[in-house]
């Protein structure tokens, strides 16, 4: 009897320690995968922070050239304004272009 109680124990100490590693092999696996993982939503994220920004700077220089066209257009009506004024004042007071 002594002899079947000191199996039992030798085999249930040997499936604790197969349990144990067993367990380990998988949370081993488990932190793997959930790396991997980590890594490829990383890779994502900046994937799509990196098309953000470019789409970000697109915009911003598009502003930029409207801003441009804004400025030389309004530039131009001056200019034509100031022709117009001067072509008024000159049929006022009656000189033919500075002669």
Same mark, same amino acid.
């Given at each position: 009897?002594?002899?079947?109680?000191?199996?039992?124990?030798?085999?249930? /100490?040997?499936?604790?320690?197969?349990?144990?590693?067993? #367990?380990?092999?998988? /949370?081993?696996? %488990? *932190?793997?995968? +959930?790396?991997?993982?980590? +890594?490829?939503? *990383?890779?994502?994220?900046? #994937?799509? %922070?990196?098309?953000? *920004?470019? *789409?970000?700077?697109?915009? #911003?220089?598009?502003?930029?050239?409207?801003?441009?066209?804004?400025?030389?257009?309004?530039?131009?009506?001056?200019?034509? /304004?100031?022709?117009?004024?001067? +072509?008024?004042?000159?049929?006022?007071?009656?000189?033919?272009? #500075?002669?």
């Amino acid at each position: 009897m002594a002899e079947q109680a000191e199996h039992a124990k030798e085999t249930a /100490a040997q499936k604790t320690e197969e349990t144990k590693g067993y #367990g380990q092999q998988k /949370a081993g696996e %488990a *932190k793997e995968y +959930g790396q991997q993982k980590a +890594g490829e939503a *990383k890779e994502q994220t900046q #994937g799509m %922070a990196e098309a953000a *920004k470019e *789409k970000a700077s697109a915009g #911003g220089q598009a502003t930029q050239e409207k801003a441009e066209q804004a400025k030389g257009a309004a530039a131009d009506a001056l200019s034509r /304004a100031g022709e117009a004024i001067k +072509g008024a004042m000159e049929k006022v007071t009656g000189t033919g272009g #500075g002669q």
